[in-house]
């Protein structure tokens, strides 16, 4: 719970990574005025928030928590960036230098060109969009699956049937939260830095961008929305947004991460396939939608509350599910400028505890 010199690069590294985010964010401003500078700047503080509290995690200071600690340092700081730069190194020396004309087909103009990507304010095109949104909404579950993945393991294979925790000194739920925080803090890390690549292309001298590997600019191609070109990938900024709420019950933690993405996907798949009340009617929004996206969160966060806090009634469960949902309701409907993938998580998941709180007076 303190910093010393096996959390403290963690915490200089992201922080030095935020302001790599904000120079970024101000150079795009600068060339695109339709880039959301807002949400970068929320992004920018959510790299230092993360910073910040990664030290916060790790409660007891003993030698095996230290051994954990190094090793998670080795991976999120040293092993990371070198397999960022391992694959730049393999594109340049053995793909490019083999096909040279890859340097002229991997541009961002190519890039547009390539793929029609959604644009969010023409659905003339229902069957491209759905299934355009279909895959970046299985994208953005990624983080939440293996979320929970993780903390099975750890506390029910790992600690309760290895007995795993006797020999290395943590508990399930201490070698559970390593487990999260090393493999998110390290993803964030490898799409920022692939954010970064892609991005390149805002300066002259040091365009990188025709060193993104082919498989991965397909699968942006599959992902992204047309207003999205010029803005960051959003799973840094989801998985960003759940690092301040892992302080929460796990229960809180985890629902509030299916919210933001099966709630969120639920509310935007189901409004393109059958939504034709439009609310407002200058929206995309629609009231299937926004029905879908309630009725899947509120299911949602009581499945998930009732397998990890198994110490609340259902009666308690079903009134703490309920304002999760309908904190998300209330966000999808204000429909502000600021990315659902920052708000969700954060709001649901401390409305949520606020609920707790309240009903624990």
């Known amino acids: 719970m ?6 403290l690069p963690v915490t200089l590294f992201y922080v030095a990574n935020g302001f790599a985010h904000l ?6 401003k600068k060339k695109y005025s339709n880039h959301n500078f807002i949400n970068s700047f929320l992004v920018f503080m959510l790299w230092i928030i993360a910073g910040v509290v990664y030290p916060l995690f790790f409660i007891r ?3 095996q928590v230290r051994w954990f600690e190094g090793l998670a340092l080795q991976i999120i700081c040293i092993y990371a960036p070198l397999l960022i730069f391992f694959i730049l190194y393999y594109q340049f020396q053995f793909i490019l230098k083999k096909h040279p004309q890859l340097r002229e087909d991997r541009t961002i103009d190519t890039f547009i060109d390539r793929f029609p990507l959604m644009d969010i304010k023409n659905l003339s095109n229902r069957k491209q969009a759905l299934k355009t949104d279909f895959h970046r909404k299985a994208f953005h ?3 939440a699956v293996i979320i929970i993945f993780l903390w099975l393991f750890a506390v029910n294979i790992w600690d309760a049937m290895w007995d795993a925790d006797q020999f290395w000194g943590i ?3 201490e070698y559970g939260i390593f487990l999260i925080l090393t493999v998110g803090y390290t993803g964030v890390i490898i799409f920022a830095a692939l954010d970064y690549i892609r991005l390149s292309h805002i300066f002259n001298k040091g365009n990188m961008y025709h060193l993104l590997p082919t498989c991965i600019s397909n699968t942006l191609g599959k992902t992204l929305k047309k207003n999205e070109i010029y803005e960051f990938t959003r799973p840094v900024s989801l998985v960003l947004s759940l690092i301040p709420t892992l302080f929460l019950s796990f229960g809180v933690f985890t629902a ?8 969120d996907g639920a509310a935007s798949i189901c409004g393109l396939r059958f939504g034709k009340i439009h609310i407002p009617k200058s929206s995309n929004k629609t009231l299937i939608g926004y029905i879908s996206g309630f009725i899947v969160s509120f299911g949602i966060s009581i499945l998930v509350l009732w397998v990890f806090e198994q110490t609340f009634f259902i009666s308690q469960i079903i009134i703490i ?3 999760g949902a309908l904190t998300f309701l209330i966000i999808d409907i204000l429909n502000l400028k600021i990315d659902d993938n920052i708000l969700n998580p954060i709001f649901c998941a401390y409305i ?7 009903m624990q007076i």
Not at 2 to 7: P, Q
Not at 23 to 28: G, Q, S, T, V
Not at 256 to 263: N, P, Q, R, S
Request: hydrophobic letters at 55%; charged letters at 10%.
């Open 2 to 7: 303190v910093y010393n010199s096996l959390t």
């Open 352 to 358: 949520m505890t606020l609920v707790i709180m309240i």
């Open 141 to 143: 579950l990624l983080p």
């Open 61 to 63: 200071d003993t030698d």
């Open 171 to 173: 508990s399930g739920i």
């Open 256 to 263: 509030a991460a299916l919210i933001a993405t099966l709630g």
């Open 23 to 28: 120079y970024y964010a101000i150079k795009l």
């Open 321 to 323: 599910g309920f304002f």
